[in-house]
Nanobody, 117 residues
Framework: QVQLVESGGGLAQSGGSLRLSCAVS????????MGWYRQAPGKQRELVAV???????NYADSVKGRFTISRDSAKNTVYLQMNSLKPEDTAIYYC???????????WGLGTQVTVSS
């Protein structure tokens, strides 16, 4: 089975940085997209950053210039470097992979990010 395990969440001060990691294991029939989502209490889950199939990177307007998505194919790991953190970045962050064949979505259990003022 496919498993995604996030790590690196925690508490940061406003203006600080955190680096999230997502380790992917199991068989996926090609990858269409892979990236990060987040969900704050009482709000909808939103896309934060994503790799598209051609390798381009898309970001939510709210994080452009502050967050960077990257990956290490040899380690089957995707990262999210978060700089200049703001309290509004507080949320549970989820790793996501969408397969090319069948467009199946796989999710991690999430990692909490809390940013204090």
């Amino acid at each position: 089975q496919v498993q995604l395990v996030e790590s690196g969440g925690g508490l940061a001060q406003s203006g600080g940085s955190l680096r999230l990691s997502c380790a992917v294991s199991g068989r996926i029939f090609g990858i269409n997209t892979m990236g990060w989502y987040r969900q704050a209490p009482g709000k909808q889950r939103e896309l934060v950053a994503v790799f598209t199939r051609d390798g381009s990177r898309n970001y939510a307007d709210s994080v452009k210039g502050r967050f960077t998505i990257s990956r290490d194919s040899a380690k089957n790991t995707v990262y999210l470097q978060m700089n200049s953190l703001k309290p509004e970045d507080t949320a549970i962050y989820y790793c996501n992979v969408e397969s090319f064949i069948g467009r199946e979505n796989y999710w991690g259990l999430g990692t909490q990010v809390t940013v204090s003022s």
